[in-house]
């Protein structure tokens, strides 16, 4: 599986047979930017725009409500915060013939 199978596989929330650990890891890895980068755009919704929510009558985000949003989003991202673990991987051993 390469890199755009990967996140692929996590936007489209498909079940994946995980084989070794560097798949794991770039599942992990791509969820995780997918999920910021997802909050980070709605911190840049502009003020005065209508959100609707399912069985509820549209309202602007003005005011209180626009602070109170961004604080939301600002938890969300606090809350995603960074992995606790980086990435290394090891070059493979060379083979010699």
């Given at each position: 599986?390469?890199?755009?199978?990967t996140t692929q596989?996590?936007?489209?929330?498909?079940?994946?047979?995980?084989?070794?650990?560097?798949?794991?890891?770039?599942?992990?890895?791509?969820?995780?930017?997918?999920?910021?980068?997802?909050?980070?755009?709605?911190?840049?919704?502009?003020?005065?725009?209508?959100?609707?929510?399912?069985?509820?009558?549209?309202f602007a985000i003005t005011?209180?409500?626009?602070?109170?949003?961004?604080?939301?989003?600002?938890?969300?991202?606090?809350?995603?915060?960074?992995?606790?673990?980086?990435?290394?991987?090891?070059?493979?051993?060379?083979?010699?013939?």
């Amino acid at each position: 599986m390469n890199a755009q199978d990967t996140t692929q596989a996590v936007n489209d929330d498909e079940l994946l047979a995980i084989s070794d650990m560097d798949q794991m890891v770039d599942l992990v890895t791509n969820w995780h930017a997918h999920q910021v980068a997802t909050v980070m755009h709605l911190l840049e919704v502009p003020d005065s725009v209508s959100i609707v929510m399912e069985g509820e009558e549209p309202f602007a985000i003005t005011g209180d409500i626009q602070k109170g949003y961004n604080l939301g989003i600002t938890l969300a991202l606090n809350y995603l915060g960074k992995l606790p673990f980086t990435a290394m991987y090891e070059d493979p051993e060379p083979t010699t013939h």
